[in-house]
């Protein structure tokens, strides 16, 4: 039960980044800034997160997960409680980075609390529901929350966001266990994970991995629109198709034991590459843009919680910082991927051509994963000769 408390914290906290989006013009119009101005508390909030999330990690290290758990979710809550109410642009400003240190903080927590709630050969798919509840989030609580904002005004999405983060928060009141939680490592040791091949190319396939899926999916709806053919009030549907990617992605990556990830990370990751290579193709008919975005989908979060479970495994008592700048590394990757497909629409190649160039960094990605494989084979054999050389 507590897994899905925690895919549903994960929705609330995620719907709140990215729900000004499609209020943005309301809230500047609401607090007499422009446009471009307005935008900014959606760039504040992604900074806050990625440079937010791994120093409040290593300063909250050792505090127990339940209590700290609750306290984010209260804290997230607040945000928007405040974000609904605030008159000026400063205070929502502050509202919102709020929210970001919360939720930079929440993700990192709640995957350690996830994997401490279940048996070994089932963490992956507690990583793979929590994830699963940040993909929602952009198909389901945004959408919904926009339509609210239009109808009711921009502050009553933030009432929406409010509402999912008490519902989230009691939940884990009600259900959340009390977490054995080992003191971590210093600063200097945690730190010191870095120095592991694994982790740093782990992290380095979610910075090329997911860019390219960001790319491409940034430009989905002008894409549904212009290229495909799509009338405006049909593109939120065919969105749900991705969310239905979703899910079939996270239930594939939760049935993956953690030994095997690495092992299996190349083959989701070839997946994504070739859906993106395929991209500009498929989205020229209505019946293959389906398709394309329910692979995209399929692929790009099975991945997701396969990188996630496979670097916490590989930090040790380090766990949590890893994690959390693991997401730091997916936030680098969704302020990369506007900036390479705007530069390929800027350039004259259209959006048909999006995915095409959206593939190149997944491509290398790849081969990073092909490496991690590789190193993550030699290191076994290596263990495995001992043990052997001892029984015989």
Not at 100 to 129: C, H, M, N, R, W
Not at 213 to 230: D, K
Not at 234 to 246: P, R
Not at 303 to 321: D, I, N, V, Y
Request: aromatic share 6%.
């Amino acid at each position: 039960m507590i897994v899905l408390i925690l895919m549903l914290c994960a929705f609330a906290v995620a719907t709140s980044e990215f729900i000004i989006i499609g209020v943005m013009p309301e809230v500047a119009g609401d607090l007499g800034v422009s446009l471009p101005t307005a935008g900014l508390l959606v760039t504040a909030y992604a900074v806050a997160v990625a440079v937010g999330g791994p120093v409040l990690t290593v300063v909250a290290r050792n505090l127990p997960r339940r209590p700290l758990l609750v306290g984010l979710m209260a804290l997230a809550t607040g945000a928007a409680v405040l974000s609904a109410l605030a008159q000026t642009y400063p205070l929502l400003m502050g509202a919102r980075i709020l929210g970001a240190l919360a939720q930079g903080l929440f993700l990192s927590v709640a995957s350690q609390v996830a994997i401490a709630s279940v048996p070994e050969e089932k963490q992956t798919a507690a990583i793979a529901k929590v994830v699963n509840g940040i993909a929602l989030s952009t198909v389901l609580g945004v959408p919904i929350g926009t339509l609210i904002g239009q109808a009711n005004g921009w502050r009553a999405s933030f009432v929406l966001v409010a509402a999912l983060g008490l519902i989230g928060l009691i939940g884990v009141l009600v259900f959340c266990p009390k977490v054995d939680h080992e003191p971590e490592p210093t600063v200097r040791e945690s730190i010191s994970a870095f120095r592991k091949p694994a982790i740093l190319l782990g992290l380095a396939t979610t910075v090329l991995s997911f860019t390219g899926m960001i790319t491409a999916f940034t430009y989905v709806s002008p894409t549904l629109r212009e290229v495909t053919g799509f009338a405006p009030g049909w593109v939120t549907g065919v969105l749900l198709i991705y969310g239905l990617g979703t899910m079939a992605g996270s239930w594939i990556a939760g049935r993956v034991p953690p030994n095997r990830i690495a092992r299996v990370l190349p083959f989701t990751i070839t997946a994504l590459g070739t859906v993106l290579l395929l991209h500009g193709l498929l989205m020229q008919t209505k019946v293959t843009s389906v398709l394309s975005l329910f692979l995209l989908g399929t692929s790009a979060f099975a991945t997701g919680p396969l990188l996630h479970t496979f670097l916490m495994g590989q930090a040790g008592p380090a766990s949590g910082l890893v994690a959390s700048v693991n997401i730091s590394a997916f936030n680098a990757a969704a302020a990369l991927g506007p900036i390479l497909g705007g530069a390929v629409i800027t350039g004259g190649l259209g959006l048909g051509s999006v995915g095409l160039f959206a593939a190149v960094p997944t491509v290398v990605g790849i081969g990073v994963a092909l490496v991690i494989a590789g190193h993550t084979r030699r290191r076994a054999t290596a263990v495995a000769q001992p043990v052997l050389a001892g029984t015989t």
